[in-house]
């Protein structure tokens, strides 16, 4: 029942598993016949473009959730050219649960030609719901939480262009749309004085910096990343919230032989003002503080950092151990580590899907410091 009850994608592990390469021998690519998508040696050197994911997930919030994703993944070419830009992808998916939540989302990471310009972000419609602890570290029991029902229209967007040497300037957008709010159960008067408890609409800009060299954007063996923004939000579209919000993101890539990796990533983000409840950082996802429901914490300071090991196997399969620590405050100076300090570990494993672009597909278990566990499928590292 753990995969049930975690909303785990079986499903997804089973239609994916005739994706998985096999060799490391340098040949020409085989042809994109039936024949060879069935055969895992053929597969290892084909340049998937579209990968479909069916979905099926159950948990008590959404019920047994079904759809499905696309993964289309490309390398931009210069016109006249013959070199491509690191590999690009967009993801697209529709799910639909028994109990009536929708969920239509995209995502992308678009290196364009030559690498002078790349687009990051996601955007979506979704009428979900999620679980409300309450906000800071002093929130309400494992188990004693609130189901946060909502409707939510979202654009997350970044813009860079190249500077030099993969340094890139650019522009960060967030609009967010939280609206139609009920709960499984009546608020608490420590909830009502919540910012943004009942919905919120916020738009915020800012300039943003990013440094990729990484050698894969979707398993570095090798490079650096580092992406830096802030956003100032005002009240234009009618909504009521003036804040802002900065970002640090960075990781290190640490090649320790030809197949195996230690990767670093520190993140921290801070909003002052009066951030409405949607938009406080989170704690918790399948990316960064695995193990963690997503938002278990939640608080206006989030600062983590993580390690991972990366090893080769056998052929195409590799595995993983991971850790993190982190803590959440009211700000960066409030941080108590005697009190605050929060850890999730975990391993998995590692399917290599596509060698050109070096794509796997990742099975994760973690644990928490709240003896809490998360079990994972995605397409490509957490970092």
Not at 140 to 145: E, F, G, I, R, T
Request: glycine letters at 8%; hydrophobic letters at 35%.
């Amino acid at each position: 029942m753990l995969l049930f009850k975690q909303g785990i994608l079986s499903v997804c592990f089973i239609c994916l598993m005739h994706f998985l390469n096999a060799q490391d021998s340098i040949r020409p690519e085989p042809k994109k016949t039936i024949r060879n998508f069935m055969n895992p040696d053929s597969l290892a050197l084909i340049n998937l473009k579209v990968v479909p994911i069916p979905i099926l997930t159950s948990t008590p919030e959404t019920g047994v959730r079904f759809g499905v994703a696309l993964e289309y993944f490309f390398n931009s070419k210069e016109k006249g050219k013959n070199t491509e830009a690191r590999g690009s992808y967009v993801h697209g998916q529709i799910t639909y649960s028994t109990k009536s939540q929708l969920d239509l989302s995209s995502s992308w990471q678009i290196f364009g030609r030559g690498e002078r310009y790349v687009f990051r972000g996601n955007a979506g419609f979704q009428r979900f719901n999620e679980r409300y602890w309450g906000v800071g570290n002093n929130g309400a029991a494992n188990d004693d939480y609130n189901s946060q029902f909502y409707n939510r229209i979202y654009l997350e967007s970044r813009v860079y262009k190249l500077l030099k040497h993969q340094n890139y300037f650019g522009l960060a957008l967030n609009f967010s749309d939280t609206y139609n709010l009920t709960y499984s159960k009546p608020l608490i008067a420590s909830d009502l004085q919540v910012e943004g408890i009942n919905g919120s609409k916020v738009f915020g800009l800012g300039p943003a910096f990013l440094h990729d060299s990484r050698d894969f954007p979707f398993s570095a063996h090798k490079g650096s990343y580092a992406e830096i923004y802030y956003q100032y939000h005002i009240p234009v579209l009618g909504d009521e919230y003036n804040f802002g919000e900065w970002m640090v993101d960075l990781r290190k890539y640490y090649p320790v032989s030809q197949h195996n990796t230690l990767a670093f990533q520190f993140m921290t983000r801070s909003a002052i003002g009066n951030v409405p409840l949607r938009e406080l950082p989170r704690l918790g996802s399948s990316n960064l503080m695995r193990g963690f429901f997503t938002g278990r914490i939640r608080d206006k300071s989030y600062t983590a950092g993580q390690s991972e090991f990366r090893f080769h196997i056998w052929r195409w399969l590799y595995g993983s151990t991971f850790g993190a620590v982190g803590m959440m405050g009211e700000s960066l100076s409030s941080y108590q580590l005697k009190y605050d300090l929060l850890y999730s570990a975990g391993a998995g494993l590692r399917f290599l899907v596509n060698k050109k672009n070096r794509m796997f597909l990742r099975l994760d278990y973690a644990r928490n410091s709240f003896d809490g566990s998360a079990f994972y499928i995605r397409l490509n590292e957490a970092f």
